[in-house]
């Protein structure tokens, strides 16, 4: 791998204090992101894939071990807009267009108002949703308001993409034609993206690395370097690599989750 | 269209039918007792006789004489077209200067109670944001201002009024603060409610952007508490009339429609009462229907109604 990672955990631990006392969500967490990785976390509910998210976006403090993003303290780094974070809802305002959803963190961030328009332009046609931008996100449907909250995390040009189960909401159909779309838009863009999800072909699909993780409490219990090309046909999913890794995707859940 | 005028036509006309009815036992006995000293025979004869008689067997027992229920200058439950006449009366047939006219009171209470609904809405907007910001206002503010709302209104109002004369504050200022003593308090309860309607989710998003809390103010929060705004300020206009109308009956200087129903009621002008009931009702559907109108165009363009 080519240089420094852009995301690195050294023994990162995370205690919860609950009204029931302490509860471990994660526990000696150690992983590298380089550049350009598509990395996906899974495993089942309450195995930390989230927390573990929340904590690279600072939206939650670690209580121990070392986690550096781009260099900095998750802070700094989200001071520096080192990140885009994309949610499970869209979370659009019903009160904004599109566009106007769009500009939302360009306003925040105090981006000039000439150059507001055109990065809206561009992450719109990123999302192939131009042409919507005038539109309110109710006459959109979920796939499409997704895309454009896609967009949104896009706008204002951060290197890494955080997706925390982006597409669980959304049925099947529209789930395929939009993970060719994810991984599209890594194609043209280079972004370095960390994407939750507990849907094993989704992940096996879209990964070059794929970290698979195990509850009570939350740790790492396999990670997978995926050997399958960049270029990935929907079909590729027939293919008896990909069928491997998802088996040792399985393997690796079933591992870590006692069933009792 | 049809379809909703006919049952609207049907609970009007039942309202009216049940009021016209109603006039009857109401006012029967001093019809009666008019009849017969007009040389009307009447059952059971004499005014000893039927005093204690109950006044539904007495319109049984007569009814040639409902119609007189419905005629009397002074009844204990006037008949709708008699309000009506009323109402035109002090209306169309007065100048609005005039302090006969209803259209004069009506006027000094609705300046009040837009100057009260004003200070009420702004002091309530401006409380919900503090307690919203601050949990120290959470928890001091909050506590007083339901226990605001518990005093009965009519035991503080003229304790106001006789303070504020004592500085020297008369006039449209006391009815004034009434009417927003009742009216902030719903403003308070929905604007933090609103405040406080975006999710955790939308929180968290605004943190990944490194908003400011004024920015998550302006951005998120106030426009997202708009709905909640016109829903609270539709019940704090109402109050904010009500209380005006209380600020009238110890304060109202011989002006306002609260006046109005003291005097009619000082010398039994129950038409007179009821008259100005039915105007302050008008004022309080027209002001609720105001605000209706401006919700409507509010969330049209804002894009939150379809």
Known sequence: MNGNPVIEAKHLDLTFQTNDGPVQALRDVNLQIHKGDFVSFIGPSGCGKTTFLRCIAALETPTGGKLTVNGMSPDEARRARAYGYVFQAAGLYPWRTIAGNIKLPLEIMGFPKSEQDARVEKVLDLVELSGFGKKFPWQLSGGMQQRASIARALAFDADILLMDEPFGALDEIVRDHLNEEV?????????????VTHSIPEAVYLSTKIVVMSPRPGRITDVIESPLPKERPLDIRDSPEFLEIAHRVRDGLRAGHAYD | MTRVIFPVLVVVAAIMAFWYAACIPMNIKFALQTAERQGAVISPEGVQARRDMSAFVLAARNPGQWAQTWEQAKPRLPAPHQIVQELWKTTVDVKPTSKRSLVFHGWVTLSATLAGFAIGSVGGILLAVGIVHSRAMDMSVMPWAIASQTIPILAIAPMIIVVLASFGVQGLMPKAIISAYLSFFPVVVGMVKGLRSPSAMDMDLVRTWSATRAQTFWKLRLPASVPYLFASLKIG?????????????????GQGLGFRLL????YGQTVQIWAALLATAVLAA?????????ERGTLKRMGLSR
Request: glycine share 20%; aromatic share 6%.
């Open chain 2, 263 to 266: 005097a009619g009621s000082y």
């Open chain 2, 237 to 253: 206009v109402a109050a904010s009339l009500v209380g005006t109308i209380v600020g009238e009956l110890p304060a109202g200087g």
């Open chain 2, 286 to 294: 027209g002001l609720v229907a105001l605000i209706g109108v401006l």
């Open chain 1, 183 to 195: 991984l599209k838009l890594w194609a043209r863009t280079g972004k370095t993206i960390g994407f």
